[in-house]
Nanobody, 122 residues
């Protein structure tokens, strides 16, 4: 059974940090792009960050550049999102995704996690 399981969400004050992690299981993930998206209440799901298989290429939404860092450990089939200098506008459910041959910033990923809530208080 293919599964993406996020962890690390929670409540943090503005200016604080959180580290999200996503563990993938149930198939071989060689060559898969891994990404993070988020969805705030009343808004559409939006791209946050993505990383290619080798880690040589990353992409970030303008709103998180310089604050968030995506990384992956292929030996463990995990991807992480380090979030620093968090703002109330970062409050959302964060979803990890995996897909082969996708354009990183589009939601065309084959597999999705259930999401983890991140709440940033002012």
């Amino acid at each position: 059974q293919v599964q993406l399981l996020e962890s690390g969400g929670g409540l943090v004050q503005a200016g604080g940090s959180l580290r999200l992690s996503c563990a993938a299981s149930g198939r071989a993930w060689n060559g898969y792009v891994r990404g993070w998206f988020r969805q705030a209440p009343g808004k559409e799901r939006e791209f946050v960050a993505a990383i290619n298989w080798s880690g040589s290429s990353t992409s970030y939404a303008d709103s998180v550049k310089g604050r968030f860092t995506i990384s992956r450990d292929n030996a463990k089939n995990t991807v992480a999102l380090q979030m620093n200098s968090l703002k109330p506008d970062d409050t959302a459910v964060y979803y990890c995704a995996a897909g082969p041959r996708v354009v990183m910033t589009t939601p065309d990923y084959a597999y999705w996690g259930q999401g983890t809530q991140v709440t940033v208080s002012s």
